[in-house]
């Protein structure tokens, strides 16, 4: 296809600005080819992230179905534009994936760098999950131990 073409435009007919298929399509990719070597199944990206479930963080999830929508009203809907400021804002919702999985992804394989790319949202979010986790094993004992008090008799 003639990269003069409509599809391969640049965005607001500005010169020397990547088009939005320059961004788009290999984030778009490159989301997709992560979550399956992550061992993650199913069509698309909306499906390996319905696939993942739990094992991503909610943000990460979100901004993953962004990519998705993104990619495909740019591949299926024939008028869909992008602005710069549009096309920045995907490029930064799809970097924060890549990073998001690429941590998960060497937290999987044993890499060193494992624990350096998480955003506070994310480690706020784990940490309310193990917090809860604790919080109810807590509980837990405390009631276990009230028991068995309750059951000594007194002298």
């Known amino acids: 296809m003639n990269r003069n073409s409509g599809l391969?435009?640049?965005?607001?007919?500005?010169?020397?600005?990547?088009?939005?298929?320059?961004?788009?399509?290999?984030?778009?990719?490159?989301?997709?080819?992560?979550?399956?070597?992550?061992?993650?199944?199913?069509?698309?990206?909306?499906?390996?992230?319905?696939c993942a479930g739990a094992?991503?963080?909610?943000?990460?999830?979100?901004?993953?179905r962004k990519v998705a929508s993104i990619r495909n009203q740019a591949v299926h809907e024939p008028t869909f534009t992008m602005s710069q400021r549009q096309i920045e804002s995907f490029r930064d919702s799809a970097g924060f994936v890549v990073r998001e999985l690429d941590s998960m992804l060497a937290r999987r394989y044993g890499r060193a760098d494992a624990s350096t790319s998480h955003t506070g949202l994310s480690r706020i979010v784990r940490f309310a999950g193990r917090?809860?986790?604790?919080t109810l094993a807590l509980l837990v004992i405390a009631a276990v131990v009230g028991m068995i008090v309750s059951k000594i008799p007194s002298f």
């Open 8 to 50: 391969f435009s640049t965005v607001a007919g500005q010169r020397n600005m990547p088009s939005m298929y320059d961004v788009v399509l290999p984030k778009a990719k490159e989301v997709e080819s992560m979550l399956r070597s992550l061992g993650y199944t199913g069509r698309g990206i909306h499906e390996l992230v319905t």
């Open 55 to 64: 094992d991503l963080d909610w943000d990460v999830s979100r901004a993953a």
């Open 131 to 134: 917090a809860s986790n604790v």
